[in-house]
């Protein structure tokens, strides 16, 4: 990656103050590099600070989001790899280098995966690791930490995919499921992070069923018969232990033996359906026209 230039994007929302301590660090550590915060819809001096750190700025009117501004940096920078961290805070500049060295072993995207015990609650620590699980078994590659958002990836993939992001808080778990599903390496880096400056925006309920749901819609895009086969066999077996129970029982076939034998079979057929037009997915990431560059969003 030594030959490579890099952007390191972060997303700020109210940042000023650990923006004041962020910059500098990294400003020290990656002097060639280009710094892209986004201010998004800041009500404090974010960008003033950044500026003034002499970072690059591109400011949202209002807040349109972390996944919004996410992807306004991968459209504005102009590196070869996108190192994307949190401006709180978080994460450690020096962890930048481990990342990027991976990089160079063939990886599309190195992620920086937390020690769970950093998590803030006990809650958010039960969460993730169900995030974690389930994502895992839609990919069928184990997934350490699904939701980081400290990352490096290769430019040019990333914007294959920034069609598929959400404006919010789940854009790691988008690019994630997506780079593992189109079949782009990914690789783990275990690091520690430190306590946010300031309040977390991301509210555990709310947020948490929209990272479940996007699991879902990600992995039935990439791989639908993952989901559509348990759940087919599942009813399918049912409908078959129902039918023995009302035989032995009564001796007939009845309705509702019939209703999840019929079900089973439809689910089947609408798994099957939806791997045809993933296929056609398939197809066009492989496509240089088709990579979800700036110009296509």
């Known amino acids: 990656m030594r030959n490579d230039t890099f952007s390191i994007v972060l997303p700020a929302k109210n940042e000023a103050s650990s923006l004041k301590l962020l910059l500098p660090q990294i400003r020290r550590l990656f002097p060639s590099a280009e710094i892209l915060v986004i201010n ?78 950093t998590h803030a609650s006990w809650s958010r620590r039960v969460a993730n690791g169900f995030y974690n699980r389930l994502a895992s078994v839609m990919t069928g590659h184990k997934i350490e930490d699904l939701t980081s958002g400290f990352r490096a990836v290769r430019t040019d993939k990333f914007r294959k995919f920034l069609y598929l992001l959400p404006n919010g808080f789940s854009y790691p778990t988008t690019c994630t499921m997506a780079f593992f599903r189109s079949g782009f390496p990914v690789a783990y880096v275990p690091i520690h992070a430190g306590q946010r400056e300031g309040k977390s925006h991301i509210r555990l309920l709310k947020d948490g069923i929209r990272f479940f749901i996007i699991i879902l819609r990600i992995g039935t895009l990439f791989s639908p018969m993952r989901l559509f086969l348990p759940i087919s066999g599942s009813i399918f077996i049912t409908g078959l232990a129902y039918y023995g129970y009302t035989f032995m029982t009564s001796g007939r076939f009845t309705n509702m033996s019939a209703l999840l034998l ?27 026209h088709n990579s979800g560059t700036p110009s296509d969003e």
């Open 40 to 117: 998004d819809g800041s009500t404090d001096e974010t960008a003033k600070v950044a500026i003034e750190e002499g970072a690059n700025v591109v400011s949202h009117p209002y807040s349109q989001g972390n996944g919004a501004a996410i992807k306004t940096g991968a459209r504005r920078a102009a590196g070869d790899v996108l190192v994307f961290m949190d401006s709180d805070g978080q994460h450690n500049p020096e962890d930048i280098s481990v990342l990027l060295d991976l990089l160079e072993h063939g990886y599309d995207m190195v992620v920086g995966a937390r020690n769970p015990r």
């Open 262 to 288: 019929l079900s089973s079979l439809l689910i089947f057929l609408i798994g099957i359906l939806s791997e045809q037009i993933s296929s056609l997915h398939y197809k066009n990431v492989e496509h240089p």
